[in-house]
């Protein structure tokens, strides 16, 4: 019921789309070699994944991006993980045009999310239109296995619908739950 919602994979490909977001100008290029004989061609970079208002690089994000941006990535999906993280992902984005901002519960913080989180989410969407969803997704892995997994589920599955309503591209995290994962997108 899900198979028209964009996806990115654990390895953190993603079909957000490179020209969407802030602003109305391309991104930047940068010229790559080719085989001799041809012409260079431009190839835009995208980040598709990132965690740039994560406390332990926040400070240093503005010359992160600074640098990127100079070696041709054009624009960058930060993705926010939980309620305390979407105010800054939104900051951020407010800062820096570059930046794609992701608001979604990844389900680490399945067990921490209030009560009213899908309003706050819903909220942070209707402020900021540009945003996709992410980081969101399903973890069986070594920390994944300690948090409830029907809830891990029903959350992903909320932020699913809520991406379809919207028509928002989603940042999918998956750890050892791919099975589960594609019987929820059937």
Avoid: Y
């Amino acid at each position: 019921r899900f198979a028209d919602t964009t996806l990115a994979d654990s390895s953190h490909r993603s079909n957000l789309r490179a020209g969407s977001g802030h602003g109305s100008s391309p991104p930047p290029t940068i010229t790559m070699a080719q085989a001799p004989g041809r012409a260079a061609s431009a190839v835009r970079l995208f980040d598709a994944h990132c965690h740039l208002q994560d406390p332990r690089i926040a400070a240093a994000a503005p010359s992160l991006i600074r640098a990127a941006t100079a070696s041709g990535v054009g624009r960058f999906a930060v993705n926010g993980t939980s309620e305390k993280d979407w105010h800054l992902v939104k900051q951020m984005a407010q800062e820096h045009p570059a930046i794609i901002p992701c608001f979604g519960l990844h389900p680490w913080w399945v067990p921490e999310r209030s009560p009213d989180w899908m309003d706050s989410l819903r909220q942070f969407f209707s402020e900021t239109p540009e945003a996709a969803v992410g980081e969101t997704g399903l973890d069986k892995g070594s920390h994944g296995k300690t948090i409830d997994f029907g809830e891990q589920v029903e959350v992903f599955e909320r932020q699913l619908e809520l991406a379809k309503e919207l028509e928002k591209p989603v940042s999918v995290h998956c750890v050892r739950a791919f099975g589960d994962l594609l019987e929820i997108l059937k």
